[in-house]
């Protein structure tokens, strides 16, 4: 492995909810001493902000880091708000400058998301593509909502995992896809073990090659 880096170095890890984006990045970012940026609490900052009336795209416009560290962007109807303003390409737009400044940050970044690899970052020096079957992502998903307490159905999740997809897949601006020279990662087999070994592998060869 090269040694500590100061120059920019970006790892985009897209891929649909709940399909270890969020784990992966997160344990490349400590392996890597990178920083690390969950986009998806952008939109879902934006979509709590619309169900209290404000305006979408006067929420992006105005969105500063502090407003990350709110602590109800994880609930479900916070996540399909944002799937919701997520589909409005002024939103998308607004968000775009934060997320490219935080990805050349000196040292590196990890950024995870939907459009990283296709929109946000083309020329990132590593992209993943993380994915699961809907069912092995909407089990996994009621497992985390009921270890938070909340009262969720596995079907609710399932039918909220459907919708999202299908929501975040077929919307004109910045649809779901990998990007051409992405490496997929399929974790439905995989735990979370083997899954984070293998994207450090796929980080680890980039940067040596
Ligand atoms: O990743 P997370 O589930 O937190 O994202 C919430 C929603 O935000 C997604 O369903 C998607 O619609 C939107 N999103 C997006 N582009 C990103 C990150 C998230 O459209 N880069």
């Given at each position: 492995?090269?040694?500590?880096?100061?120059?920019?170095?970006?790892?985009?890890?897209?891929?649909?909810?709940?399909?270890?984006?969020?784990?992966?990045?997160?344990?490349?970012?400590?392996?890597?001493?990178?920083?690390?940026l969950d986009t998806g609490l952008l939109y879902r900052v934006v979509g709590a902000l619309t169900l209290t009336?404000?305006?979408?795209?006067?929420?992006?416009?105005?969105?500063?880091?502090?407003?990350?560290?709110?602590?109800?962007?994880?609930?479900?109807?916070?996540?399909?708000?944002?799937?919701?303003?997520?589909?409005?390409?002024?939103?998308?737009?607004?968000?775009?400058?934060?997320?490219?400044?935080?990805?050349?940050?000196?040292?590196?970044?990890?950024?995870?998301?939907?459009?990283?690899?296709?929109?946000?970052?083309?020329?990132?020096?590593?992209?993943?593509?993380?994915?699961?079957?809907?069912?092995?992502r909407a089990q996994r998903r009621f497992l985390e909502?009921?270890?938070?307490?909340?009262?969720?159905?596995?079907?609710?999740?399932?039918?909220?995992?459907?919708?999202?997809?299908?929501?975040?897949?077929?919307?004109?601006?910045?649809?779901?896809?990998?990007?051409?020279?992405?490496?997929?990662?399929?974790?439905?087999?995989?735990?979370?073990?083997?899954?984070?070994?293998?994207?450090?592998?796929?980080?680890?060869?980039?940067?040596?090659?």
């Amino acid at each position: 492995m090269a040694g500590a880096m100061n120059e920019p170095f970006t790892i985009a890890v897209d891929g649909p909810a709940a399909a270890g984006k969020g784990t992966i990045s997160r344990a490349l970012a400590a392996r890597f001493d990178m920083g690390h940026l969950d986009t998806g609490l952008l939109y879902r900052v934006v979509g709590a902000l619309t169900l209290t009336g404000v305006d979408p795209v006067e929420a992006a416009r105005g969105l500063t880091a502090k407003d990350l560290d709110r602590d109800d962007l994880r609930a479900p109807n916070v996540a399909q708000a944002a799937s919701k303003v997520a589909v409005i390409a002024q939103v998308r737009a607004a968000l775009v400058d934060f997320q490219r400044a935080f990805a050349r940050r000196s040292g590196g970044a990890v950024l995870d998301g939907r459009d990283i690899g296709t929109v946000i970052c083309p020329q990132a020096e590593v992209k993943l593509y993380v994915t699961a079957s809907a069912e092995v992502r909407a089990q996994r998903r009621f497992l985390e909502l009921r270890g938070k307490g909340l009262n969720v159905s596995r079907a609710q999740v399932l039918k909220d995992v459907r919708e999202r997809d299908d929501r975040d897949m077929n919307r004109a601006a910045a649809p779901l896809r990998p990007a051409e020279d992405a490496v997929l990662l399929d974790t439905s087999q995989l735990n979370i073990d083997m899954a984070v070994a293998h994207a450090i592998a796929v980080v680890e060869n980039k940067r040596q090659g």
